[in-house]
């Protein structure tokens, strides 16, 4: 009886099958497919937003450490890449202060200069030397001129096999025979111990204004002429006495020298 | 000691003077001379003193022996003058730099003149002595903190 009640159902279910699906050829069964989609749709959409933010989460872990890697990698790359950018930023301003000196050596062609490093400066505040990796084996003797494209520097003051000692302009013990370019007044430059000297002995009737340029005269022997100083700062000059003073700016920041140029083959007569 | 002073000496005539204020570099070596001169006996602070003015003399434009007589000076006159401050006043290097420094700067000019170069006391005074109270002071503290250390250890080395 059992077994007949089997049968029985799984008739009635295999023609209720076949109505359906002759239903849904025919269109006649699209309202309740409609009706059944309506219902489950929201259902749907409910599951797979949550298993889509579960699916997220697993990736997530799985991608993590393969992330991990990669901004290592990056941060390496970073690290690189600064490091080759201030390596080219140096060329850059050696490329730039090697080109100014070219230009000078070009501007002044019977000058016999040999480029030099600063690597040195005197340990004592109230003195202005600086110490270059040039020497004796480089030709270099004591009183030869110091300069840069800018300007004048100083003097050689002692020579060693493989360094020199260089006077700056600005100490006080170092005096340059100077003119002023446009007048032709002649003075002499003493250091002050900053950037700034004093072009002394200028007479009062000789004309001065500021921004002129000054340069080497070459009076006394121990400058070449005609080596840029600098420019008129100030000028002070009074009725009482023989001589103007004259402050001048030197063309030379003293503080950033990093490079010279010596003038080989000028003999001082000191 | 020796490599001590010679390090000293290169780091006053080449790094310091990317740290200058002014065109003024701290005086590196007089601070550690005054530091060990207070620190220890005041024959230790001369020998130091003499030894690395020596040195700085040797890298100097200055007439030889300038240094090493103001630094002699310098240590001199700040040990005298805290000989009955505590060790560990805080204020103690301050002041000792303060003192040193001036006496150092004043000696070294002295020394100039006598030596026949032009001296301008305003711009000695203004460009450099000020400057310089003003940078040592500071730069003392990491000095004395390092040599306190070394001298505790030293001490203890000949104790035992």
């Known amino acids: ?270 | 000691m020796l490599v001590l002073l010679l390090g000293v000496a290169m780091l006053q005539t080449t790094t310091l003077r990317w740290f200058s204020v002014g065109g003024v570099v701290p005086d590196l070596m007089l601070v550690l001379v005054v530091c060990w001169g207070l620190l220890r006996e005041w024959r230790d602070g001369l020998t130091w003193a003499l030894l690395g003015g020596v040195i700085l003399d040797l890298l100097s434009g200055g007439p030889f022996g300038a240094t090493s007589l103001s630094l002699t000076g310098a240590v001199t006159a700040a040990r005298a003058a805290t000989v009955s401050i505590s060790r560990d006043s805080i204020w103690l290097p301050a002041g000792a730099s303060l003192l040193a420094t001036a006496v150092y700067d004043v000696s070294y000019l002295l020394l100039l003149r006598v030596s026949g170069r032009p001296v301008s006391w305003s711009a000695g005074l203004f460009q450099v002595l000020i400057p310089c109270l003003v940078l040592n002071a500071p730069t003392i503290y990491p000095v004395w903190w390092a040599m306190r250390r070394v001298h505790r250890r030293t001490i203890v080395e000949k104790m035992g």
């Open chain 1, 1 to 270: 009886m059992l077994r007949n009640r089997s049968i029985g159902l799984a008739a009635i279910v295999l023609v209720g099958v076949l109505v359906a699906t002759l239903l849904h050829a025919t269109g006649y069964f699209q309202p309740i497919e409609n009706l059944v989609s309506t219902v489950l749709a929201p259902l749907q959409y409910s599951f797979h937003w949550i298993s889509a933010r579960i699916g997220v989460g697993v990736q997530t872990l799985r991608d993590l450490s393969s992330l991990q890697a990669r901004v290592l990698e990056l941060e390496g790359t970073i690290d690189r890449l600064m490091i080759e950018n201030v390596r080219l930023r140096e060329a850059e301003i050696e490329l730039a202060d090697l080109r100014q000196q070219l230009n000078f050596k070009r501007a002044n062609p019977t000058y016999d200069l040999l480029a030099a490093e600063v690597i040195g400066r005197d340990p004592s505040n109230l003195l202005h030397y600086i110490v270059i990796d040039r020497g004796t084996q480089d030709g270099i003797v004591v009183g030869m001129p110091v300069v840069t494209a800018r300007g004048l520097v100083g003097r050689v003051t002692s020579a060693y096999p493989q360094s020199a000692r260089v006077i700056l302009i600005t100490d006080l013990s170092s005096s340059v025979n100077a003119l002023i370019q446009s007048s032709r007044a002649t003075g002499l430059i003493q250091g002050q111990g900053r950037q700034k000297l004093l072009m002394r002995y200028v007479e009062q009737g000789e004309q001065v204004e500021i921004g002129d340029i000054v340069l080497t005269s070459g009076l006394g022997g121990n400058f070449p002429k005609r080596l840029v100083i600098g420019q008129v700062a100030e000028v002070k000059s009074n009725n009482v006495d023989m001589f103007q003073e004259v402050w001048v700016e030197s063309a030379v920041d003293f503080d950033r020298l990093e490079m010279v140029l010596v003038v080989l083959g000028f003999a001082s007569t000191d």
